[in-house]
């Protein structure tokens, strides 16, 4: 975990924020890691684009997150991606799945149907996680910059 945020931490303009104790933000946020471009620094007012947990949450408990040894990154991906990676376009998702298996892409358990997909603990995966948060990167970056009129 910690060598794919130091590996989002070099793409140009990253900001990752990891919450932790004490901090400014809720302790349900402690330990995960939020993926932004943020040129300036300072955390946009938007989704990121990509997040790491470190923990199951409330309404997402179906992956099993809390043991030490696992963690799951979340990326936002384009719709051929998607489908490319689960199997299924992100508008026909069965109403439930496995979404406990390590180093395999599967659909968000939550966010899914908005195109968001996972992997928990990522080994032989790790190179097209890293392939694909480079993409929502660069995504990010070009939405900022048309934003800002350039």
Not at 53 to 81: A, F, H, M, Q
Not at 98 to 110: G, L, N, Q, R, Y
């Amino acid at each position: 975990m910690d060598e794919l945020i130091a590996e989002v931490r070099t793409f140009e303009g990253s900001l990752v924020v990891v919450p932790a104790r004490g901090g400014e933000f809720p302790e349900i946020a402690w330990g995960d890691a939020f993926m932004y471009y943020a040129p300036d620094g300072v955390m946009p007012r938007e989704q990121p684009y990509g997040t790491i947990i470190v923990k199951d949450y409330p309404d997402d408990d179906r992956s099993g997150l809390d043991y030490p040894t696992r963690w799951r990154v979340n990326i936002r991906v384009d719709d051929e991606s998607f489908e490319r990676l689960v199997g299924l376009p992100r508008r026909q998702l069965p109403d439930t799945w496995d979404v406990s298996a390590t180093d395999t892409f599967f659909a968000h358990p939550v966010y899914g149907s908005l195109g968001w997909v996972c992997v928990i603990s990522p080994d032989s995966t790790g190179g097209e996680v890293v392939d694909l948060l480079r993409l929502g990167h660069d995504k990010a970056r070009r939405h900022a910059r048309r934003g800002a009129g350039g």
